[in-house]
């Protein structure tokens, strides 16, 4: 016969196996959506390639149009905005990189999935990259045909883009773009192709790696300063300093310049051709900008490749900054948020160097 004290420590041990198992059964990672808007939320009237919109569908309508999500995690989901990523602006990137922070500064909070058009996707990627303190996952997911189309690609992205925020590997990676099967590192990934479903490519350092539904795997690792580890924030900031643009070509010259720094322009970043070079006029009116205080960085039009200093151009006398990896589009958020912090070329060169 069984004595008391044996009949008591079994009731007790198979309770807590029913108490455990009831926890597993929660056990799946919480990941928060938030929503943009971009073509995954897109809807086009019928096949044709004209007229459709992007931003059309709620975050309610991604989710339900994926049910399989609800085996691999936890979903809540959040509309940030819902715009073409063509109309994102400073004061969208500064209300998603609070939200992000908030939320994953809660313990119930595992990871964060952003859905975001494909066309800016890298520029907020790379920003958030560098001012989100956390290093939970934070995965960016698009698609490049509407979700009204045939074989939208949306469904399978968003699919992906959760499996990659709910596994371990993908803490401590800094902004994720996750799309067509590939996971890419905000800092190193570029819109390749304008219509192309494999439009996403990391051409200096590689992808990060691949996810095949629902499973990554991750190659390399990615450059150490980011996230968690990045020194720059936004947090209590109401805006960034204005920097543009400037795309170079032949018979460029420098008055569109002069009048940037006229209109008031704190940054200007040159899309040079070749090893970031432009005509003598154009590179005459940077230095010129750069003398009165105005912070000017060079990158390359070429998509890819690295631009370092004094190679064709003397940066050290012309007063310039090197993007070293950055294309131009991220040259220009790197420069946003160094100045910041300050406006001396060699601070700023430093910045261009780690991050
Ligand atoms: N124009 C769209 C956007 O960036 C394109 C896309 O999402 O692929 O919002």
Redesign the pocket.
């Known amino acids: 016969m069984m004595n008391c004290p044996s009949l008591i420590s079994r009731v007790i041990l198979s309770g807590l196996f029913v108490l455990v198992l009831a926890g597993s059964a929660h056990a799946l990672p919480r990941i928060q959506l938030l929503a943009t808007?971009?073509?995954?939320a897109g809807a086009q009237a019928d096949t044709k390639q004209s007229g459709y919109k992007?931003g059309s569908f709620s975050i309610e309508y991604l989710i339900n149009a994926v049910p399989q999500l609800k085996t691999i995690a936890e979903l809540s989901g959040e509309q940030i905005v819902n715009i073409?990523?063509?109309d994102m602006s400073d004061a969208v990137w500064l209300k998603l990189a609070g939200r992000v922070n908030q939320l994953l500064g809660q313990p119930d909070v595992d990871g964060v999935v952003i859905t975001h058009?494909?066309?800016?996707m890298e520029e907020t990627a790379y920003f958030l990259n560098l001012v989100v303190k956390s290093d939970k996952p934070v995965v960016m997911v698009?698609?490049?045909r509407p979700a009204t189309a045939i074989s939208a690609d949306g469904p399978m992205n968003l699919y992906n883009g959760v499996a990659v925020a709910a596994h371990p590997d993908a803490r401590g990676r800094g902004v994720l773009v996750v799309l067509n099967d590939e996971i890419h590192y905000a800092r190193e990934v570029q819109k390749q192709n304008s219509t192309q479903l494999d439009t996403f490519k990391s051409l200096n350092r590689g992808r990060a790696g691949v996810v095949n539904t629902g499973a990554p795997v991750f190659f390399s690792k990615p450059v150490p300063r980011h996230t968690a580890s990045s020194e720059f924030s936004v947090e209590g900031v109401a805006a960034l300093p204005r920097v543009e643009i400037f795309y170079a070509h032949a018979n460029m010259g420098g008055e569109f310049i002069d009048s940037a720094v006229k209109s008031g322009v704190k940054g200007i970043v040159l899309a040079g051709v070749g090893d970031g070079n432009a005509t003598t006029p154009a590179l005459e009116a940077l230095s010129k900008a750069a003398k009165a205080g105005v912070a000017v960085v060079r990158s390359t039009r070429t998509g890819s490749g690295v631009v370092a200093r004094n190679v064709e151009v003397n940066d050290d006398r012309m007063g310039f900054v090197a993007s070293m990896e950055l294309n131009p589009q991220k040259a220009r958020v790197l420069l946003m948020l160094g100045l910041m912090k300050t406006g001396d070329p060699k601070q700023l060169q430093g910045f261009f160097v780690e991050y």
């Open positions: 808007g971009g073509t995954i992007a073409g990523s063509q058009g494909t066309d800016t698009g698609s490049m």
